[in-house]
T-cell receptor, first 116, second 116 residues
Framework: AQKVTQAQTEISVVEKEDVTLDCVYETRDTTYYLFWYKQPPSGELVFLIRRNSFDEQNEISGRYSWNFQKSTSSFNFTITASQVVDSAVYFCALSEGLRGYSTLTFGKGTMLLVSP | DAGVIQSPRHEVTEMGQEVTLRCKPISGHNSLFWYRQTMMRGLELLIYFNNNVPIDDSGMPEDRFSAKMPNASFSTLKIQPSEPRDSAVYFC??????????????FGEGSRLTVL
């Protein structure tokens, strides 16, 4: 069975600090997909990134970066120079893709509070 | 383009009443998902449909819950009779999924249900 662990329940930082959100996953499949979603206070879930298991290249998008390491089954998310608008709950999710019809298993989420 | 549309956004009802939540997926998407979010259990998949056919309903809590997708542009999640423990935010999401791949899920804004 697949599982996603986000050990950090809540993180508080001051604006402009860098912050890393941890995500550790478990799966028996060799083909799988990893995702990060953001849930701001308004409640909707916003897709941030998808990664497949064959692509271990780190990705950077503006102030966001993702570090995927298969050796440690981790897919960590770093926000550089955090801003108040980054305050949200962030979810890591896993999908096993080979069966064609696969679904997302979400971690419990990490609440990020960025104060001015 | 319109995203996933859910209604109602908020529902307050009394125990024992029937509740119907509605979802209109993004046009062209072939998969639809119902998730439930609570503080205790996080985001849980209830059921998902592919090409209007229920593929996996193992997450549906019990017989009080039922979901239908009569056509590609509409789905309902019904709870009858409702109980206070059903209070949660119910998300509908859609995606275009092909064999061997997983697209990102696009979520609606959720329906917040409170059962008194």
């Amino acid at each position: 069975a697949q599982k996603v662990t986000q050990a950090q329940t809540e993180i508080s930082v001051v604006e402009k600090e860098d912050v890393t959100l941890d995500c550790v996953y478990e799966t028996r499949d060799t083909t799988y997909y990893l995702f990060w979603y953001k849930q701001p206070p308004s409640g909707e879930l916003v897709f941030l990134i998808r990664r497949n298991s064959f692509d271990e290249q780190n990705e950077i998008s503006g102030r966001y970066s993702w570090n995927f390491q298969k050796s440690t089954s981790s897919f960590n998310f770093t926000i550089t120079a955090s801003q108040v608008v980054d305050s949200a709950v962030y979810f890591c999710a896993l999908s096993e893709g080979l069966r064609g019809y696969s679904t997302l298993t979400f971690g419990k989420g990490t609440m990020l509070l960025v104060s001015p | 383009d319109a995203g996933v549309i859910q209604s109602p956004r908020h529902e307050v009802t009394e125990m024992g009443q029937e509740v119907t939540l509605r979802c209109k997926p993004i046009s062209g998407h072939n998969s639809l998902f119902w998730y439930r979010q609570t503080m205790m259990r996080g985001l849980e998949l209830l059921i998902y449909f592919n090409n209007n056919v229920p593929i996996d309903d193992s997450g549906m809590p019990e017989d009080r819950f039922s979901a239908k997708m009569p056509n590609a542009s509409f789905s309902t999640l019904k709870i009858q009779p409702s109980e206070p423990r059903d209070s949660a935010v119910y998300f509908c999401a859609s995606s275009f999924i092909t064999s061997g791949s997983t697209g990102e899920l696009f979520f609606g804004e959720g329906s917040r249900l409170t059962v008194l």
